[in-house]
């Protein structure tokens, strides 16, 4: 395992954060919100606290968690494809 990355966020983990002091930066930081286009990284911080202020439920904290993970993905998918075009016009 790679140990700059942290493993992926589960929902027992997302509802067990929320009760921290500073539960919307410990849980933006689990969700890798940096590894999004900037503004899916926005989008996803908004949600956070949403659903810290809010005191979701489960269902809630999946949701959350599957939405981070395909903003993640789909924005490696661009920077990928962004770079085969680049090297492709060279």
């Known amino acids: 395992m790679n140990p700059e990355k942290s493993p992926e966020l589960t929902v027992q983990t997302l509802l067990a954060l929320r009760k921290e002091n500073d539960a919307v930066r410990l849980i933006t930081e689990r969700l890798r919100v940096k590894e999004m286009g ?29 939405k981070a993970r395909a903003r993640r993905e789909s924005h490696l998918a661009q920077d990928i494809g962004q770079r085969v075009s680049e090297r492709q016009q060279l």
């Open 38 to 66: 900037p503004a899916d990284h926005i989008r996803t911080k908004h949600e956070v606290k949403a659903f810290v202020d809010a005191k979701e439920d489960a269902k809630a904290a999946e949701s959350l968690v599957l």
